[in-house]
């Protein structure tokens, strides 16, 4: 009965001007469960994004998932940072290869 009322206020809790953007954060920010059963995660799939600027960050590699698009970001100064749904996550990362491998890491936990 807790888990349905549980249910039923999280649902309660979104409108219907909520956009997809909106819902993959709300959906992202949801801790992992404490005993959650081991399952095999999906490796991301990073793509090439058309090159933009905006602030200091270039974006270099996008991955869509369930919880949101995944971002691993290049500042002028040469390191990396990642973020899910335009909100970083992580510090600074040496090389593109240790911002993606955090990236699959927090969706590893995600999942």
Same mark, same amino acid.
């Given at each position: 009965?807790t888990?349905?009322?549980?249910?039923?206020?999280?649902?309660?809790?979104?409108?219907?001007?909520?956009?997809?953007?909106?819902?993959?954060?709300?959906?992202?920010?949801?801790?992992?469960?404490?005993?959650?059963?081991?399952?095999?995660?999906?490796?991301?799939?990073?793509?090439?994004?058309?090159?933009?600027?905006?602030?200091?960050?270039?974006?270099?590699?996008?991955?869509?998932?369930?919880?949101?698009?995944?971002?691993?970001?290049?500042?002028?100064?040469?390191?990396?940072? /990642?973020? /899910?749904?335009?909100?970083?996550?992580?510090?600074?990362?040496?090389?593109?290869?240790?911002?993606?491998?955090?990236?699959?890491a927090?969706?590893?936990?995600?999942?």
């Amino acid at each position: 009965m807790t888990d349905l009322i549980r249910r039923e206020d999280a649902l309660a809790a979104l409108t219907l001007g909520d956009t997809m953007t909106a819902l993959q954060r709300k959906i992202a920010s949801i801790p992992p469960a404490p005993n959650a059963v081991a399952v095999k995660v999906k490796k991301l799939e990073w793509e090439n994004s058309a090159l933009f600027f905006k602030c200091d960050w270039l974006t270099v590699r996008l991955a869509e998932t369930p919880v949101g698009q995944y971002a691993v970001k290049q500042s002028d100064s040469g390191y990396f940072r /990642v973020s /899910v749904n335009a909100q970083f996550l992580y510090g600074n990362h040496p090389d593109i290869k240790s911002a993606k491998d955090a990236a699959q890491a927090d969706y590893d936990t995600r999942i």
